[in-house]
């Protein structure tokens, strides 16, 4: 009789990856392999699990107690400090961008909208031309929003424009800007109080990372860029946070980008760009 040859796994090769990709993929197969493998995602799942997902963190941050005299006294904590660092420049930011209306009343809408549709523009973005990374980058998102809402809970902070001696213009007031939930007539909707850390840091540090790594044209990575540093710009022109108000939502997204990386094995824009099914384990006929 001739030998008998039978493939293994180990005499498989994957399929190839398309040219110009990489194909990382969690390290280990342990009994987590098949949840920790990036999967093509649903729409329908997605949708709802943003939905939900945006519901609850709206739920949790505005139940967050408005710790008034607390935050007050953690803002002049921040202010304080920044002082002593000499980066306290926030106050002449803020009245030199205030004096210019066109410019101001500008930064107010960016702040009150771009916020969130920009994050949402990625994830689409994410979802439909690079689906094998999207899972690992929304957990990355995911994950900064979540322990962002610790810091809200464990360390109220009051924005410069709350700050009753603090001389700071609260722009949406002074300027009537329709639509925001930072002050004026829909405050009472939002927890005030809630600063530290700037989630409007650590979303478009996000949205900008996704977009520098992983766009191609060099336009399109230049914005990805310029767009934290202009949120960082009008967070402080507006009164809204402080410099260390975004240093806290770097340190959220640290910790997003950190767990999606404990949990796929690799960083989110080194997985392929689709989802690449493993090869099954297959036998060859028998040959007499």
């Not at 197969?29 to 709802?48: D, I, K, Q």
């Not at 410019?103 to 690079?130: D, E, K, P, Q």
């Not at 007031?173 to 405050?187: D, F, I, K, P």
């Not at 997985?271 to 690449?276: E, I, M, S, T």
Request: net charge neutral; hydrophobic share 50%.
């Amino acid at each position: 009789m001739g030998e008998t040859n039978v493939r293994t796994l180990d005499d498989l090769s994957a399929p190839p990856v398309p040219s110009g990709e990489r194909a990382d993929s969690p390290a280990g197969r342990g009994p987590l392999a098949h949840l920790r493998s990036p999967r093509t995602p649903r729409l329908w799942f997605e949708v709802l699990l943003i939905a939900v997902s945006y519901w609850t963190y709206s739920l949790i941050r505005n139940a967050v107690p408005e710790q008034k005299a607390q935050a007050l006294k953690n803002a002049d904590w921040i202010w304080r400090a920044e002082h002593s660092l000499g980066i306290a420049v926030e106050h002449t930011v803020n009245h030199a961008v205030n004096s210019v209306t066109w410019l101001i009343v500008s930064m107010n809408y960016y702040y009150a909208t771009l916020h969130f549709i920009v994050t949402i523009g990625v994830l689409i973005w994410l979802y439909r031309w690079h689906p094998g990374r999207y899972a690992a980058a929304r957990l990355a998102l995911f994950a900064t929003t979540g322990v962002a809402l610790v810091g809200y809970y464990f360390y109220p902070l009051a924005p410069p424009r709350l700050m009753p001696d603090g001389g700071f213009v609260d722009t949406v007031v002074q300027h009537g800007t329709w639509g925001s939930m930072a002050s004026g007539n829909l405050a009472s909707m939002s927890n005030q109080y809630a600063a530290m850390p700037s989630m409007h840091i650590g979303w478009s540090l996000w949205c900008g990372l996704a977009i520098a790594l992983l766009a191609k044209p060099v336009w399109a990575r230049v914005l990805g860029l310029v767009y934290p540093a202009t949120t960082l710009t009008v967070i402080v022109s507006t009164a809204n946070h402080f410099w260390l108000d975004a240093l806290g939502g770097v340190l959220c997204l640290a910790f997003g980008v950190a767990l999606a990386f404990a949990w796929y094995g690799t960083l989110p824009h080194r997985l392929a760009r689709h989802v690449v099914p493993e090869p099954e384990l297959e036998l060859e006929p028998l040959r007499a």
